[in-house]
Every structure is written in C-alpha cells, then in structure tokens.
C-alpha cells in the first residue's frame, strides 16, 4: 500500500496536475473555464427533499450559473413542497420545477430519471441509496451521492458495481463526505500524505454529541410511514447513528492512512440514556478498534447522550510527529521537528464539492469517488457489526456478509410491516 501511494504522490507531481476528488484536472482549472465546452443548462433533478436534500439542492444551483432544477421527488408530498419553497426563494430563476414535474411516492426517483435530467442529487435516507443510485447510472446520469451510501454489506457491493459501471460510461459521481473538500482539511492530510509525520501509526477519532431531532407519532400514519419519518432511529433505513453520522470521522481516519483497508475491527456499543421505544432500534454509543497491516491501529470513539461533553476531533500520531484536527475549535495542525499550522484559504465545503461537480461535468472530465464512499461506508458499517456482535470481525467476512437490513427495494409500501430487529446486545446478537 505505501508503494501504491508513494506512486501516486510521484505521478501528481511529476505531471503538474491537481486531484479535483477523485479526478485529475488541469492545474488552475476552474469552473469558469469550463463553461467554454459547454454552456446548455444542466437539467438538475433532486431525489430526497429533506433538509440535506434542499442545501444540496441549493449548492448545486449555486455552483453552476446555467443549472436549472427541472423536478423533484420525494415519498412524502409536504417535504417536497416545502423544499420546493425553500429552493424558490433562494434561487427563483433556476428552478423551474411545475406540478408535473413534483414526483411524490416510492417509485418517484424513477420518474426523476425518466424527465431528461442531466444531473441528479440522492439526498434520501440512506436504505434507498443503492438501488436509486444503480438507476441513475443505468440511466446514464451524473450523479451527487450523499453518504452514507448503504446500510449493509449486500448495498455496498452494488454500489461498488454501480461506480465501476458509471466509470465506464464517463459518469461523474461525487460523495457527500464533505471534509474532503475543506481546504484546510486538504492542506493537512496532503501534509500527512507527503510524510510530513513520518509513516502514521495510529489514528483516533472521536465525536461525541447530544441528542437530535425527532416526529411524534399521528394518528393517521401507517407503521411504515412513522418509521420513514423517524428514519434516523431504525438500523435499517439509517444503517445506526455510526452509519449515518460517524461516517465523516471514519473517512478522515480512511484519509489519513491513505484510503487503505483494514484487515479487521473489535469493539463494542450500547444504549444508555436513549432507552425509550420512541428512539428505534439504533445505540448511543460506539468504541472501535480498527486493525491494519504492520500494527496500525485506527480507533473511533462516539456517543450521541445529552448532557454529556462534545468533542469532534482526529488526532494522527507518526514515527516522526503528530497531527490533529479539531472541527470544533477549527484546527488544523501538524507538531513534527516545527509546528504548522493552517493559515490560507477558507472554503464552505458543502458548495466546493458541487462546484468540482459541475466543472467536471462541463469539462469533459469526470471524477468518480464511487470506490471511496462505498469503502468509507463499509468501515462504518464494520464498526456497526463488531459493536453489535461484541466479535473480531474481518474485512472480508464484513464486505462478504449477505446479511441484510430491511425489505428488498421493490417491496416498499405503506402497510409494509418491517420486521424491526430487537436491540443488538454485543456477545449474543449475530450479524455474520
């Protein structure tokens, strides 16, 4: 794996060229240049009208001047028409969704794709994600993934076949891990990347929060209905709170060790003081060793409990420094034989990860970061496995598990009854 990345490191410099995601681009390349290969709108359709789907939503159209969202879609019809709204007010001239172009239902991404767009955002929880994202492509269209991008091994394994097929159509695909578009973020981590601490060692990561948002229960909601819109608080739709949140902490740790695998990973996890029914089946907190090749350990460490202190950080130890990440207290640093710490430019990550989009889209050129997302998520989803199970478990056995959380992405309806599975209690829950 240091072979592999030493060569990287070497190609990038020797051919003056900047990584745009996983893209190689022209140094200097902006999107204003770009618009000079193609300046017809981009026709933007957006599949998920929560709060992340209207910002990204609103990011891309701010991205790229000649974007038009042209329809959207979402299982439930206030959240699309709110959302709808919301998109009108910020940016009024580049949307123009009509009444026939609002999808409401389980099968409205489909109608997405079907409506000539050239560009589409999957911003729905994250169970859907693999089914709508192998649509996007089989349809050909460039893609905004948020992550996470699966809930289970079955639905990274078709993402992964999805992002080979839409490299090999020309498609680009971007992940919502947004840190990776930080500019200071991405100072640090090349710094790291260029052994400015020497060969890292360890990685320890730590995000530690309260509690969040939750709908009570109406009378005229269907079981499905009020699990879909208290989707973060079921396994099955969310993946668990290590899944959907901690992710961003796992790909840092991913990041800094050069996006190499694990060999395997033990820990555990649990539910404290969110203990009521009304909370699903998900745990508050996580602690996760990650083991990898020559003794490198990667651990994480998490709760979401109110009351309690909050802290997001990364901390890398190297064979000749140290560096740290506090999101928090906005620091980025490295301690070797000098400190450095980050003093250039400020970015909102959340537009730069569309405008490198949009600006691959337009070049000709497009980034895949399809192989990443889905391996940041497994190492998620590893974490969810050995926190439940209280087991060592392997890459391979995790990556090879056929175990699957809730119903196949055709059997979707309102008097669905999934069958939720109990609360995992580590050393007598299976998941391999």
Known sequence: MENKNNHRRTFLKSTGTAVIGSAVLPMG???R????????????????????????????LKAD?????????DIFSDYLEESYQSLKKINPEQVKVGNAQKFVGFDAYQKVLDAGVDVVILTTPPAFRPAHFKAAVDAGKHVFCEKPVAVDAPGVRSVLASARKAKEKGLSVVSGFTFRYDFPKRALFNRILDGEIGEVTSVFTARNGGGLWYKPRQDNWTEMEYQLRNWYYYDWLSGDYIVEMMVHSLDMM????????????TGTGGRQSRTE?????IYDHFAIEYEY???????????QQKGCSNTNKVDIAGTEGFASV??????????????????????????TQHEELFASIRAGQPMNEGELMANSTMLAILGRMVGYSGQT????QAMNSEHKLGPAADDYRWDLVVDVPPIAVPGITKVV
């Open 293 to 303: 090749e020559n003794n490198i350990k990667g651990v994480h460490f998490s709760r």
């Open 33 to 60: 240049q770009g618009y000079a290969a193609r300046r017809e709108p981009l026709k933007v359709g957006l599949i998920g009208c929560g709060g992340r789907g209207t910002g990204a939503a609103a990011q891309a």
């Open 277 to 281: 029914s009304q909370w699903g089946n």
């Open 326 to 351: 506090d999101v928090g207290k906005r620091i980025h640093a490295t301690m070797g034989s000098e400190r450095w710490d980050y003093k250039g430019e400020s970015n909102n990550p959340y537009e």
């Open 393 to 396: 478990i392997t890459w391979e």
């Open 29 to 31: 390349f902006s999107i």
């Open 254 to 265: 991913s990041w800094a060790l050069g996006d190499r695998l694990p060999i395997q990973a």
């Open 65 to 73: 001047k000649d974007a038009e969202l042209t329809c959207m879609a």
